[in-house]
């Protein structure tokens, strides 16, 4: 039986209260373990230790030596592939062939690609007449925030874990990693890697525990926590953001989204099925940036409809293991209920089930895990809730347009501004409709294609802040002006 005890200062330690829940494998509902909750005295030994290594070491080191450990780190996760890539898949269910090529090695390319990045990036400086007939110099220089929260999700736990934890360390702050209750077992496995690795104690530290009164709130709430940094939904957000408010500590958001696809007639079909397909349901729907309502020039409707159905129809589901399965479980049984409500929901709001809608048949093994089938809608109401709220699950709805003016107004018709992607071989069109959506991305011809130097976040109540590349030069540290009199 695994234990997933909390890593301090260094240290794998057990909750003084003795309190733990069960971590289950979604794949089977089996048990993989028990993950120990931390409490206030956890949180605060974890924020006291982060604080400590940067008054001690890691304060005092050269940017140099800090990049040159986190290559390691990177290096060593790669190092230890199959390790993570175990743990990462009996968490989340996902099949190998996913997280070996997305998961794992990008989770671990975030510590090299953001250290190269900050490192390299120049601040301002200006030369000032002063009215003596003199001059002054001003240049500006950035410090590290200090202690970083970081709340990471389920959905993707060691990339979106490491994409906010590089460029917080290579910054030069300490980090107390809160990561979701669903997968514990990534972030546990880093403090192995971060101690190989010659990390000083105390700048890389994992709590568990749940949100409300648990390791969540009292991680946000502590006093000695300079900024804290959330991917999740949006509820969840508002009340970081309300305990941030206590000390002004900064904060990066990343909320929740209802992201739309726009597909014109003359797009390239192909593209736009494949780009489509991926965006609904690769890693079972459970991608914030994904695609849930998807809109289609009336003369080609039809086709895509069908085309998209047969696409679906070659999913394969099943195992992690099993190199041909391109489709899991969702993370959990909790999940799986809030899905297989909104899938019920789409039926009594009258939708037209394309494909899907219901949990399939896994065999007796299996079908006490977290299955349920990927699925299209059509005929919903633009007012329905599931066109509406936020499922994180693979379902999407499709609807006619008629207009490109029609088409914007639809798409920025929700309180969710994250992302949206545009399919249409028209230049001026993609710029022109790219440039009216209401979201922090749009991708045109294309989804989930990122550069790390780009910026990266949300409009409306899909988040607050931008991260990536140099963006997040401006959540990771202070600016200070130094004005020097000559």
Not at 39 to 67: C, F, H, L, N, T
Not at 335 to 359: D, N, P, Q
């Amino acid at each position: 039986m695994k234990e997933f005890k909390h890593f301090i200062n260094g240290q794998y330690v057990a909750s003084e209260s003795g309190c733990t829940f069960e971590n289950r494998n979604p794949v089977d509902n089996s048990l993989i373990g028990m993950i120990h909750e931390a409490g206030e005295s956890e949180v605060a030994a974890a924020v006291a230790a982060a604080k400590a290594a940067m008054d001690g070491p890691w304060g005092k080191m050269s940017q140099a030596e800090r990049i040159r450990l986190l290559d390691n780190v990177a290096n060593r996760i790669n190092e230890r592939f199959d390790e993570f890539l175990d743990a990462e898949c009996k968490d989340t269910g996902k099949p190998h062939k996913i997280a070996s090529h997305i998961d794992i090695p990008r989770g671990a390319a975030n510590f090299k690609a953001f250290s190269e990045t900050l490192a390299n990036h120049p601040t301002e400086a200006f030369k000032l007449g002063t009215p003596d007939g003199s001059s002054a110099l001003n240049y500006g220089h950035r410090t590290p925030k200090g202690v970083i929260a970081v709340i990471s999700p389920w959905n993707l736990p060691l990339l979106l874990m490491t994409w906010k934890v590089g460029p917080a360390l290579a910054c030069g702050n300490t980090v107390v990693v809160k990561p979701s209750e669903e997968t514990p077992a990534t972030a546990t496995l880093l403090g192995e890697v971060m101690n190989e690795c010659g990390v000083p104690e105390g700048v890389y530290n994992v709590v568990h525990g749940f949100g409300g009164d648990s390791a969540g709130a009292y991680l946000t709430a502590h006093p000695d926590v300079n900024a804290i940094t959330f991917t999740g939904e949006t509820r969840t957000g508002e009340i970081i953001m309300r305990a941030a408010s206590v000390g002004l500590r900064n904060i990066s958001l990343e909320c929740g989204g209802k992201n739309p696809g726009i597909v014109f007639a003359d797009c390239d079909m192909d593209k736009a099925i494949e780009g489509t397909m991926r965006s609904a349901f690769v890693n079972c729907g459970q991608v914030c940036l994904g695609t849930e309502r998807v809109y289609v020039e009336r003369p080609i409707f039809d086709e895509f409809v069908q085309r998209l159905k047969e696409s679906v129809e070659k999913l394969k589901i099943g195992v992690p293991e099993d190199p041909n399965v391109d489709f899991g479980p969702l993370v959990s049984q909790e999940h799986k209920e809030k899905v297989m409500s909104y899938y019920a929901l789409a039926e009594e709001e009258g939708a037209t089930v394309v494909i899907g809608g219901g949990v399939p048949d896994m065999g007796t093994e299996l079908n006490c895990g977290a299955w349920v089938e990927p699925t299209i809608w059509t005929g919903l109401s633009d007012d329905a809730r599931v066109v509406t709220e936020e499922i994180f699950g693979p379902c999407c709805h499709i609807r006619p347009f008629d207009t490109e003016e029609e088409v914007i107004q639809l798409a920025n018709d929700t309180k969710y501004g994250l992302a949206a992607a545009i399919w249409t071989e028209n230049s001026s069109r993609a710029s022109r409709v790219a440039e009216s959506m209401d979201v922090g991305i749009a991708w045109v011809n294309s989804w989930f294609l990122r550069d790390l130097r780009t910026a990266f976040g949300g409009a409306k109540e899909s988040g607050i802040g931008r991260e990536g590349g140099v963006h997040g030069l401006e959540f990771y540290t202070e600016l200070k002006n130094i004005c020097i009199k000559l």
